[in-house]
């Protein structure tokens, strides 16, 4: 099987961008491995380099062991599914389905039990003799699948599979391909611009930024830990609080507040700094320690409520609540992170450490 190794790793287009650039990373066989980024920052790119489609303009990358940078994309046993799934318009399902086999000249009898097995388990079956065009775009979704799992590649390479299906096909598709990338123990690159995706489906995530991987991490590692604010405001169905504050006698002032932190005791006063609270671990009560700041917004998000907060200066907290736990608009409350949920970020955007405990401004 094959584990993908990329060693110092650019990719420059003729016109000077340098849409991936010099990465090192090592994704392990059968990995499920999510490339996750703000649009126009590399990822399609990069998915490219691993298949060969776009030459490296330096550095390596190995598939199983085996330098292929010079090795052509026919040769590298990786399949890549398209965004916009790339299915021949003229040919039946279970054409586009065999075509790998076609291409490497395999009988006829062999392209279509290998057509008829993949469809089958990807719930095609009975779909083999249409063609694309008249097929739902999950259904295509699969198709596309199925013919890169008909190439019998060692890698998957999936570039936003399921951007272009509506929410709630997008969750199944979510599910199956998970549980067929367990099944088939496939070393898979995903690239998605959906956080939720990201954290649902990989064993890391990889936060891309201007061709550079800002952090690296398992889900739980970048959703509790964000390493920079960059990261910080990508991850999360709700933004994380990113409060702008200033270190006082070895703890942080911010919106009326003052938290105690480690990471603020070394810093000089007067130093600025930003502190990152997710919303799902700020807790209301009318009194107690922590932010202090008026009810302005309820938004209702289902199961639970996003609650924003006025503080006296302007600054606006979002906290989450159970929707039995929703208080009226205008009510005063305190909002006190959970503890070692409280995230200290440097003025420039870089982590300086975490903690919970908190004291009275
Ligand atoms: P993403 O998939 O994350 O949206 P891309 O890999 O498509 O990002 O693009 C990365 C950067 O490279 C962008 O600045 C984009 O404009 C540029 N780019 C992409 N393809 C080309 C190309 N063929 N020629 C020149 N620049 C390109
Ligand atoms: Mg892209």
């Known amino acids: 099987m094959a584990g993908i190794e990329l060693g110092g ?8 961008v340098r849409a991936v650039d010099a990465l090192d990373v090592s994704i392990s066989d059968g990995e499920f491995f999510a490339l ?12 490219r380099t691993i298949a060969g489609l776009e030459p490296a303009s330096s550095g390596t990358v190995e598939i199983g062991g085996r330098d292929v940078t010079r090795v052509e994309p026919g040769r590298r046993r990786v399949a890549m599914v398209f965004q916009d799934y790339a299915l021949f318009p003229h040919m039946t399902v279970a054409q586009n389905i065999a075509y790998p086999l076609r291409v490497r000249r395999e009988p006829r009898s062999r392209q279509r039990s290998v057509a008829e097995e993949t469809s089958a388990s990807l719930g095609l079956a009975g779909l083999l003799e249409r063609r694309p065009g008249q097929l739902s775009g999950g259904q295509q979704q699969r198709v ?12 998957l390479l999936l570039d936003e599979p399921l951007s272009n299906l509506d929410a709630r096909l997008r969750l199944e598709a979510r599910t199956f391909l998970k549980r067929l ?4 123990g496939l070393t898979t690159v995903f690239v998605t611009h959906d956080q939720a995706e990201a954290l649902a489906l990989a064993d890391r995530i990889a936060v891309m930024d201007s061709g550079r991987i800002r952090q690296l991490g398992s ?38 507040a003052r938290l105690a932190t480690p990471a603020a005791a070394g810093l000089p006063d007067g130093t600025p700094v930003v502190a990152g609270i997710r919303p799902e671990y700020l807790s209301l009560s009318p009194n107690g320690d922590g932010i202090p700041g ?6 209702n998000l289902g199961i639970s409520s996003l609650v924003t907060l006025e503080c006296a200066d302007g600054t606006l907290v979002g906290a989450t609540v159970l929707e039995h736990d929703e208080p009226e608009i205008g009510s005063k409350l305190i909002a006190a992170p959970h503890p070692g949920r409280f995230l200290l970020y440097g003025a420039d955007g870089l982590l300086l450490g975490a903690t919970g405990a908190l004291s009275q401004a």
């Not at 596309?144 to 890698?155: F, G, N, Q």
């Not at 990508?234 to 200033?246: A, H, K, Q, R």
């Open 9 to 16: 790793l650019s990719t420059v287009y003729p016109n000077g």
């Open 36 to 47: 996750l980024g703000p649009s126009g920052c590399g990822k399609t790119t990069l998915l």
């Open 144 to 155: 596309a699948l199925a013919r890169a799992i008909a190439m019998e590649a060692d890698v």
């Open 181 to 184: 990338q367990r099944d088939l």
């Open 219 to 256: 889900p739980k590692e970048v959703f509790q830990r964000p390493n920079s604010t960059f990261v910080a405001n990508f991850i999360g169905s709700t933004p994380m609080n990113l409060l702008d504050g200033v270190v006082r006698a070895g703890a942080v002032e911010v919106a009326g």
């Open 294 to 299: 008026a009810v302005s917004i309820v938004e």
